[in-house]
């Protein structure tokens, strides 16, 4: 009986938080498409503007790091001279919707 209890009061608790974590497909819609486009490849007026890296290329995939996804997407990105090219989404997302969303550009790959 205990351990009903305690198995139900976990799976509870997990999909109390899954409701409010948003899905890996939405936080890139609202977060990312508009500088590296709906398929990741950066081919819009903002991606080619930027330079940004095409994450449907299998080579592109392969010289990144899940480590440095995950940083840039915490602590965004600035150029050289310290403007800032991709803002810092740590205080929008949480650490449970970066990994996801880093999971979500790997399956980009064609």
């Keep these: 009986m205990k351990k009903i ?16 974590a948003a899905p890996a497909a939405d936080n890139w ?14 081919s ?17 995939q392969a010289a990144m790091k899940d480590e440095d996804m995950v940083k840039a997407i915490k602590g965004g990105v600035r150029d050289e001279a310290g403007k800032e090219r991709m803002k810092s989404f740590k205080d929008d997302l949480s650490d449970a919707e970066v ?10 790959k064609k």
């Design 44 to 60: 819009g007026k903002m991606g080619k503007r930027l330079k940004l890296k095409n994450y449907t290329d299998a080579a592109v």
């Design 29 to 42: 819609d609202n977060n990312c498409t508009k500088c590296h486009s709906a398929d990741g490849s950066g």
């Design 99 to 108: 990994n996801d969303l880093v999971a979500y550009i790997r399956n980009m």
């Design 5 to 20: 209890l305690v198995l139900s009061l976990l799976a509870s608790s997990f999909m109390v938080t899954a409701a409010f």
